[in-house]
Protein backbone atom coordinates (compact mmCIF):
# COMPACT_ATOMS: atom_id res chain seq x y z
CA UNK A 1 0.00 0.00 0.00
CA UNK A 2 1.19 3.60 -0.52
CA UNK A 3 1.02 6.35 1.86
CA UNK A 4 -2.26 7.98 -0.11
CA UNK A 5 -3.88 4.56 0.50
CA UNK A 6 -3.40 4.47 4.13
CA UNK A 7 -4.29 7.62 4.09
CA UNK A 8 -7.18 6.66 2.47
CA UNK A 9 -7.63 3.65 5.01
CA UNK A 10 -7.28 5.86 8.15
CA UNK A 11 -7.75 9.24 9.70
CA UNK A 12 -4.61 9.31 11.07
CA UNK A 13 -2.04 11.92 10.22
CA UNK A 14 1.77 13.60 10.94
CA UNK A 15 2.66 14.24 13.30
CA UNK A 16 0.92 10.94 14.80
CA UNK A 17 0.91 8.57 11.61
CA UNK A 18 2.80 5.63 13.12
CA UNK A 19 2.84 3.22 10.02
CA UNK A 20 5.42 4.36 6.88
CA UNK A 21 4.55 1.61 4.68
CA UNK A 22 2.39 -2.08 4.35
CA UNK A 23 4.20 -4.91 3.27
CA UNK A 24 2.08 -8.07 3.34
CA UNK A 25 -1.71 -8.18 4.12
CA UNK A 26 -4.46 -10.60 3.50
CA UNK A 27 -8.07 -10.72 4.76
CA UNK A 28 -7.00 -11.41 8.49
CA UNK A 29 -3.27 -10.29 8.83
CA UNK A 30 -1.21 -7.58 8.64
CA UNK A 31 2.76 -6.47 8.60
CA UNK A 32 3.39 -2.62 8.87
CA UNK A 33 6.63 -0.77 9.17
CA UNK A 34 7.68 2.36 10.78
CA UNK A 35 10.94 3.98 11.06
CA UNK A 36 12.01 6.45 13.84
CA UNK A 37 14.35 8.89 12.61
CA UNK A 38 15.61 10.26 15.72
CA UNK A 39 13.55 13.45 14.82
CA UNK A 40 10.25 12.92 16.04
CA UNK A 41 8.70 15.12 19.02
CA UNK A 42 8.97 12.82 21.85
CA UNK A 43 12.65 12.25 21.62
CA UNK A 44 13.16 15.57 23.50
CA UNK A 45 11.81 14.74 26.42
CA UNK A 46 11.60 10.90 26.47
CA UNK A 47 14.43 10.95 27.31
CA UNK A 48 16.96 13.27 26.25
CA UNK A 49 20.13 11.74 26.72
CA UNK A 50 18.76 8.33 26.10
CA UNK A 51 15.79 8.99 23.98
CA UNK A 52 13.80 5.81 23.55
CA UNK A 53 10.40 5.28 21.80
CA UNK A 54 7.60 5.63 24.23
CA UNK A 55 6.07 2.08 24.30
CA UNK A 56 2.36 3.76 24.68
CA UNK A 57 3.41 4.90 21.18
CA UNK A 58 4.52 1.09 19.83
CA UNK A 59 1.09 0.31 20.97
CA UNK A 60 -0.08 3.25 18.99
CA UNK A 61 1.55 2.25 15.79
CA UNK A 62 0.17 -1.64 16.37
CA UNK A 63 -3.15 -0.30 17.11
CA UNK A 64 -2.73 2.04 13.68
CA UNK A 65 -1.69 -0.72 11.84
CA UNK A 66 -5.13 -2.89 12.73
CA UNK A 67 -6.98 -0.30 11.94
CA UNK A 68 -5.84 -0.23 8.32
CA UNK A 69 -6.56 -3.93 8.09
CA UNK A 70 -10.11 -3.28 9.49
CA UNK A 71 -10.49 -0.42 6.93
CA UNK A 72 -11.13 -3.43 4.31
CA UNK A 73 -13.29 -5.12 6.80
CA UNK A 74 -15.56 -2.45 7.08
CA UNK A 75 -15.05 0.58 4.38
CA UNK A 76 -14.15 4.23 6.14
CA UNK A 77 -17.83 5.18 3.85
CA UNK A 78 -16.06 8.78 2.74
CA UNK A 79 -14.92 9.24 6.16
CA UNK A 80 -17.95 8.83 8.44
CA UNK A 81 -16.48 6.28 11.09
CA UNK A 82 -13.46 6.14 13.04
CA UNK A 83 -11.44 3.42 14.32
CA UNK A 84 -11.05 3.63 18.43
CA UNK A 85 -9.39 1.68 21.35
CA UNK A 86 -11.56 0.43 23.07
CA UNK A 87 -8.95 -2.17 25.38
CA UNK A 88 -5.73 -3.32 25.83
CA UNK A 89 -4.72 -6.92 27.46
CA UNK A 90 -1.48 -8.62 28.29
CA UNK A 91 0.63 -5.71 27.50
CA UNK A 92 4.49 -7.18 27.62
CA UNK A 93 7.32 -4.40 26.48
CA UNK A 94 10.45 -7.08 25.82
CA UNK A 95 12.71 -4.76 24.40
CA UNK A 96 13.61 -1.00 24.43
CA UNK A 97 13.82 0.75 20.42
CA UNK A 98 15.73 3.22 19.73
CA UNK A 99 15.99 5.99 17.48
CA UNK A 100 17.29 5.18 14.00
CA UNK A 101 15.78 1.81 14.25
CA UNK A 102 12.53 0.48 12.16
CA UNK A 103 9.69 -1.52 13.54
CA UNK A 104 7.52 -4.06 12.07
CA UNK A 105 4.29 -4.24 13.65
CA UNK A 106 2.28 -8.04 12.98
CA UNK A 107 -1.35 -7.85 13.43
CA UNK A 108 -3.87 -10.01 13.33
CA UNK A 109 -7.87 -10.16 13.36
CA UNK A 110 -8.85 -13.00 15.53
CA UNK A 111 -12.47 -12.26 15.91
CA UNK A 112 -15.40 -10.06 15.90
CA UNK A 113 -18.79 -9.31 17.53
CA UNK A 114 -20.85 -6.28 15.61
CA UNK A 115 -18.50 -3.40 15.52
CA UNK A 116 -15.94 -4.73 17.94
CA UNK A 117 -12.43 -6.42 16.85
CA UNK A 118 -10.18 -8.28 18.69
CA UNK A 119 -6.53 -8.05 17.79
CA UNK A 120 -3.24 -9.71 18.93
CA UNK A 121 -0.18 -8.09 17.65
CA UNK A 122 3.57 -8.39 17.99
CA UNK A 123 6.21 -5.15 17.11
CA UNK A 124 9.36 -6.57 16.53
CA UNK A 125 13.06 -4.33 15.82
CA UNK A 126 15.89 -6.07 14.70
CA UNK A 127 13.90 -9.55 14.44
CA UNK A 128 13.83 -9.27 18.15
CA UNK A 129 10.31 -9.05 20.05
CA UNK A 130 9.81 -5.10 21.25
CA UNK A 131 5.80 -5.23 22.24
CA UNK A 132 2.95 -7.85 22.40
CA UNK A 133 -0.27 -6.97 23.19
CA UNK A 134 -4.18 -7.94 22.61
CA UNK A 135 -6.32 -5.22 21.82
CA UNK A 136 -10.15 -4.46 20.98
CA UNK A 137 -10.64 -1.67 18.39
CA UNK A 138 -14.38 -0.67 17.69
CA UNK A 139 -15.62 1.08 14.93
CA UNK A 140 -17.46 4.40 15.48
CA UNK A 141 -19.70 6.65 13.72
CA UNK A 142 -18.50 10.01 13.48
CA UNK A 143 -21.67 12.47 14.48
CA UNK A 144 -23.00 14.46 11.72
CA UNK A 145 -22.92 17.94 12.49
Given at each position: ???AEIYDA???????????????????????RK???????????????YPIVPGVLLCEAA??????LLSHHVPQQAGAVLPVAAKMNDVRFKRMVRPGET???????TDRVANAFFLKA???????LAV?????????????E
Open positions: MTLIPHREPFLLIDEVVERTENRIVCKFHGTEYFFAGHYPHMQAGAVIELDVELKVTCQNERLECTCMITPLPT
